[in-house]
């Protein structure tokens, strides 16, 4: 049975974690982007269909032709940061699904049969759990994030995935070692009541 974690791992996941705006000049490796992957990919999806597809934007080059496709101040925040990771959604995820859900065979046929609004549905619903988890595990392997909207997906669409028509952009998320200095004080975090109910 799992064992609750301790405080400081709770402080560093949630309650001291920060979204941040800008970055110190410390570059985030290539096996670091991979120990991301290796813990994101353990989140529970929809019949474990995985629909994110990710580009870490690492280079000058990439980040550059995302920033020209962002608004605001975004621009910015993307060509500063070490990397900015475009979270996208296959929306053919059903496609990988006799590997990825190999004891129910028929769920590929299944959601394939599904009109392709209903099967966007689903990628933009597990693809935000994916970058959720994204965020989660960059936090605990001591990154901070910077997620964000502000671009022109059709743009990024077709800068990025043109090789892949049926993946498109959900969202994009800075990644790096945050400075403190980026960030404001902390909006206000409501009490259980406000927005629960238990029936």
């Known amino acids: 049975m799992a064992q609750p974690i301790n405080e400081a791992a709770l402080d560093q996941l949630f309650r001291t974690a920060r979204t941040f705006n800008g970055y110190f000049d410390k570059a985030v490796t290539?096996?670091?982007?991979d120990a991301i992957w290796e813990l994101m990919k353990f989140g529970p999806t929809s019949a474990n269909s995985l629909?994110?597809?990710?580009?870490?934007c690492s280079s000058d080059a990439a980040k550059e032709k995302l920033a020209a496709l962002s608004s605001g101040t975004n621009a910015d925040k993307i060509r500063a940061a070490p990397v900015t990771v475009i979270i996208g959604m296959d929306v053919d995820f059903h496609e990988q699904l006799a590997t990825l859900l190999p004891h129910y065979p028929a769920m590929q046929d299944i959601i394939g049969s599904l009109p392709e609004p209903v099967r966007e549905v689903m990628a933009l619903r597990n693809s935000s759990l994916q970058g959720a988890y994204?965020?989660?595990?960059?936090?605990?392997?001591?990154?901070d994030t910077g997620p964000m909207s502000g671009f022109d997906n059709a743009a990024v669409d077709a800068a990025f995935f043109a090789d892949t028509?049926?993946?498109k952009s959900n969202f994009i998320s800075t990644l790096g070692y945050g400075d403190p200095a980026?960030?404001?004080d902390r909006s206000p975090r409501p009490d259980f009541d406000r927005f629960n109910a238990i029936a």
């Open 30 to 33: 290539p096996e670091q982007i």
């Open 51 to 56: 629909p994110a597809r990710l580009i870490w």
């Open 134 to 143: 994204f965020i989660m595990a960059a936090r605990a392997l001591g990154l």
């Open 165 to 167: 028509p049926k993946v």
């Open 182 to 184: 980026t960030i404001f």
